[in-house]
């Protein structure tokens, strides 16, 4: 076992974002999700590793070519001669550097702490036999996910030949309301009503309380704030049952999930927007429709951003196509999802298979 940092060094950033405006050019700069831009200059003349060391994505490892640079939200890792890069890359991505962040509002890791992570070296020779498997196993993991982009990208070219391009309304379809398809739509009680200390510990009397990472994440089984029955009561205008769909309404905006059947019945937070529809509308077609036209949503506030108003989104404007032509669109979505659920079982093994050799060469 060899600690990190007995085979590497960091380097900082202090290149803003906000730097790169005018400044074009063939070099490529990096940040938390990948290439910003290319730009007229480079930092690193060699292929390196680079580490998100604050915000969002933070400890997330990235593999990064010669001629190149990173903003200040990361930091260059050198790897030294005794240990090949990629192995070193698949190493610190087996030692989770999330673990040694700190901050409460601005997550931040310090190569001070993570540097002292130990992982397990062989000599070089068995380092590139290592990668290979690895490099290997992302090639597949890459496609996988790649079928799945595809498999989205079909959903809505389909939507665009069922329903026409939701601005110009080619086939004349009637216009109505977001309103006028939902029984009701909620935003979330102001942060007052639903405190932490409100929270309690769950059993069979209390109700979950749902917050973004739900719309965000897609799942209902995440989260561990719950109320007492009381509390519920006390806010069961803000419900929510199996079959309402959630929306993101504050920071990450306009992400959309429908609440299964067997989910817990619960409460939705001040982030959050309920939709509960009427059977004016598919909720397959209700989520397709959104999410083609969420970016014209209206915002409000400075930093994190706001859904405007209730009234805004209830008056956002709907084609409605005929019933008939929804359920063929619904059809079409289910024989996807099954394509999709087989790639989603299959990504999901060879993650599981990535993890356990990981555990293998370097734990």
Known sequence: MARLGDYCTNASSNIKQSDLEKRDGIYPIYGASGLIKCVDFYVQDKPYIAVVKDGAGVGRVLKLPAYSSVIGTLQYIIPNEDVE???????????????????????????????????NISDVGVQKEITKIFNGLDTLIDAKRQQLIKLDELVKSRFVELFGDPETNPFGWEKVTVGEVCSSIVRGPFGS?????????????????????????????????????????????FECVAGDILMSCSGTMGELYQLPEGCEKGLINQALCKFTLNEKILPIVFLTYMKQTIGNLETKGSGIQNIAAVSYVKAMPINLAPMEVQKQFAAFVEQVDKSKLVVKQSLEKLEILKKSLMQKYFG
């Open 193 to 237: 009503a639903l405190k932490k200390e409100f929270f309690v510990e769950p059993n069979e009397t209390t109700y979950k309380v749902y917050e973004q990472k739900h719309a965000i994440q897609k799942s209902a089984t995440i989260g561990t704030y719950y109320v007492t029955a009381e509390k519920f009561d006390e806010l069961r205008r």
């Open 85 to 119: 890069l990629e192995y070193l890359a698949y190493a610190m991505e087996y030692m989770n550097l999330a673990k040694y962040q700190t901050g409460a509002t601005i997550p931040h890791i310090y190569f001070k702490d993570y540097s002292k992570a130990e992982f």
